[in-house]
C-alpha cells in the first residue's frame, strides 16, 4: 500500500466499488458510516472487509484527527446517504477537494435546489415547497395547474421513495399527507415539493467534475410506458451515441444545473426531461450513478466514474472529457401484466443462446414463481443486458426479448 488513503462515507450502492478500485492502484480505504451500522435495506452492499478502519459519524474535530493519520487523498460519498456528510468531512480534512460547501443544501434539498436554480436562470419547472395544503392549492390556482398533472415528492429523499402523480381531478391532499411521514431514507419529512409534471424523453447524464469543469462520462435514454403512478414503467435504457445532437443540449444544460448547485469535484447523477420547451431537471444526486449503470458504461465506453474517480484522486488527473462509445449498450426490462404465477418462463433459460448479443441476466423469477403485477421498476421482472458493435443486433435481440416476453403466462 502507497500509505494514503480513501475515505469513503456510507460506501454501500455503487459506492461498494470504491475500496477495490483503489486497492487496485495501492491505496487504502477507510469508512465512515453515517449511522451506527448500514440501514437494513443496504447491508447486502456492505463489506467491513474491504475497509482498513470504520469510524462511526461523531465529533467532526475528533474524526477528523484519526482520518488524518491515513493521509487521505479525498473523501467521498459511497452513496446518497452519505453525500452531505462527506462533503462536510472532505472540508475539514482535505479542504478543497469536495464542492462549494455553502451549497450542500441545494444538492441534496429539492425546494434549495430549485432556488439555486432560479437564482442562476436556469430553466426549471414550476414547483413549489409547504407543509401546508391550503398554500399549495392557492399555489395551484395562480399558476393555472388545477387541472394539470402534478408531482409530489419528499423535500428529501432518494431514488423514487414517495414519489406520487395525481392527474387532474384526482384527491392530490391524500398523497400530500403520506409524504409528511417518515420515510425509507430516514429522513422526517415536514415539507412536500409539489410540480408540475414533465412530459418529453427522459435521460440519465452522468457526470464527472474537477476543480469546476465537468466532463460527460454518460447519457442514456430511458423508455418508458403506462405505469399506474404515472411515473411509467421501463421499458430500456440505452447508452446514447455522445455524436447525437442531444448530447450537446443534455451537457448544456446540466453542466448550468452543477454550476447553479455547486458541483465542483466528483461524480453527479443528473436525471433530464427533454421537453417540447427545452430540457428540464428532473432529479440530480451528486454522488455515482448505481452500481449497474458502472458497470455498464464500462462496458459501453471503456470507463467509467468509478475509474475517472481513481484517475483523478490517484493519479491527480485533471482533464475531464465526454465519453466514447465502443459498444451499443442496453438493459431490456420486462414486465408482467398481472399478478399470479408465472408459467411458460422456460425460454428465460435460453437468453445467452437465442441472444447473440447477452451479456448477462436480472430475472429473480422463474417458472412456477408468484410474481407482483408490474406497474413501476422495483415490480419489474427483471432485465437483460445486451451489448453488441452491431447496432442491428441490438434491436434484434431486443424483439427477441420481447417475443419472449410476450409469450409469457401469469394465472
Known sequence: MSGRSIVVVDPYSAGKGIAPA???RGVEAVAVL????PPSWLSRVWDPDDYHEIHTLGDLDELAAKLAVHDPIAVVAGSETGVEAAETVSELVVPGQSNVLT????RRDRWQRDVALRTAEVPHLRQLSSESPDEVAAWL???????SPIVLKPQHSGDTDDVFVVMPGDDWRTSFNRILAVNNTCFRQDKVQVRELAVGTEYEVDTYSVDGRHGLA?????????GDDGLGIFRSNTLVDPSEPVVDVLFGYVSRVLDATGVRNGPAHVEVMVTPDGPRLIEMGTRLAGPEQQELTL??????QITRMVRHHADGAREVGRYERHQHVRSVYLASP??????NSVRFDELASLLPSYQREVLPYREGSMVPRTNDL?????????????????ERDEATVREIEAGLIVV
Open 218 to 226: 454518460a447519457v442514456w435514454r430511458c423508455a418508458k410506458e403506462g
Open 34 to 37: 453515517t449511522t451506527a451500522k
Open 299 to 304: 462496458l459501453g465506453t471503456g470507463e467509467s
Open 22 to 24: 483503489f486497492a487496485a
Open 378 to 394: 422495483r415490480t419489474s421482472l427483471g432485465h437483460v443486458v445486451l451489448a453488441t458493435t452491431d447496432a442491428e443486433q441490438l
Open 103 to 106: 451549497l450542500s443544501s441545494a
Open 338 to 343: 398481472a399478478a399470479g404465477e408465472l408459467a
Open 141 to 147: 390556482r395562480r399558476e393555472g395547474l388545477q387541472n
